[in-house]
């Protein structure tokens, strides 16, 4: 279990390392604005602002699972809280798994 974690861990700063500052940036708000707004999200309800606010392949990244390491950057900001619940994504392949978060900005 514990290499499991750590091989997540590599791979989540591995991404955010290659990420796109520019993306970055504007994921970074796209959570904001979304925590502002709803009380639990996922990173399908960010992608839906990110879109909404004109995010487009312009302002993209080649890992879209960056955006864990951003939401976790959220977490540590004090502006989300990680739940325990797990839900599957509605966006993409339904085998994906989203995690629910808590707002702190509600």
Known sequence: ML???ETKEAAI??????????WKAA???SIQRTAER?????VDDV??????????????????????AE?????RAGLL???DRIQSS???????KARVWQSTLR
Do not use: P
Request: proline share 0%; hydrophobic share 35%; no cysteine.
């Open 3 to 5: 290499q499991t974690i």
């Open 13 to 22: 700063a591995r991404v955010d390392r290659n990420a796109n500052e520019a």
């Open 27 to 29: 994921i970074a708000s």
């Open 38 to 42: 709803m009380s639990e999200l996922t």
């Open 47 to 68: 992608w839906d602002t990110f879109f909404a606010d004109g995010g487009d392949e312009n302002t993209s990244t080649h890992e879209k699972r960056a955006i864990g």
């Open 71 to 75: 939401m976790d950057r959220a977490r």
């Open 81 to 83: 809280i990680a739940t």
């Open 90 to 96: 509605r966006l993409g392949n339904r085998r994906w």
